[in-house]
């Protein structure tokens, strides 16, 4: 089973850009059927869908966030990153990737990484 | 956007049988929906234990079952462990979008 760990900045200044990298290991990113997400959790709050993309480049966006997200694949790296701009204090949270796998649905998330906690603050 | 609803908070006697509920704003829910659940333990990250509906992981425990009740999604738990102490979420989808539930703190005592 795929083995997923975020990794990046844990902080952000106000108005610039959260950038996150998802190493996956034990799979390739390139596996037929594969989806690959991010989901983020604010502290004490509920978990927000961010983004899914597989590895052909497709990608489903959360509607609240589409103007200021992007997600995609470096195959060469097996990794797949996030970019958020323009983040305000209130997107502090534990970032989580995940993969899809068992259902081929871009959702149905049954691997998760252990989560990183970005902070957005001066 | 869809809201999706889940019951906050939600007490189960060990070995006693408890149903969560994930209602949607745009309606009844259909196993179109394909619903999800998630247990999360604090401190850790979420665990997958259902999907579209009623499908289990592996590793999911025999006690979980997923199901459709009265236009909700619905996350039984029969026999509940001290274990089972958790926060759970569903997921639905939403033509290209999913969406979380609020999340229901189940506590076992």
């Known amino acids: 089973q795929p083995q997923l760990q975020e990794s990046g900045p844990g902080l952000v200044k106000p108005s610039e850009t959260l950038s996150l990298t998802c190493t996956v290991s034990?799979?390739?990113?390139?596996?037929?059927?594969?989806?690959w997400g991010w989901i983020r959790q604010p502290p004490g709050k509920g978990l927000e869908w961010i983004g899914s993309i597989y590895h052909t480049g497709t990608t489903y966006y959360n509607s609240a966030l589409k103007t200021r997200v992007s997600m995609s694949v470096d195959t060469s790296k097996n990794h797949f990153s996030l970019r958020l701009r323009s983040v305000t204090a209130r997107e502090t949270a534990v970032y989580y990737c995940a993969s899809s796998r068992t259902s081929g649905r871009f959702g149905d998330f049954d691997y998760w990484g252990q989560g990183m906690l970005v902070s957005v603050f001066s | 956007q869809t809201v999706v609803t889940q019951e906050p908070s939600l007490t189960v006697s060990p070995g006693g049988t408890v149903t969560l509920t994930c209602a949607s704003s745009s309606g009844a829910v259909s196993s179109g929906h394909y619903p999800n659940w998630f247990q999360q333990r604090p401190g850790l990250a979420p665990r997958a234990l259902i999907y579209g509906t009623n499908r289990k992981h592996p590793w999911t425990p025999a006690r979980f079952s997923g199901s459709l009740v009265g236009g909700k999604a619905a996350l039984t738990l029969s026999g509940a462990q001290p274990e089972d102490e958790a926060d759970y979420y569903c997921l639905l989808y939403s033509e290209t979008e999913v969406v979380f539930g609020g999340g229901t703190k189940l506590t076992v005592l």
């Open positions: 034990s799979a390739s990113i390139t596996s037929s059927g594969y989806f």
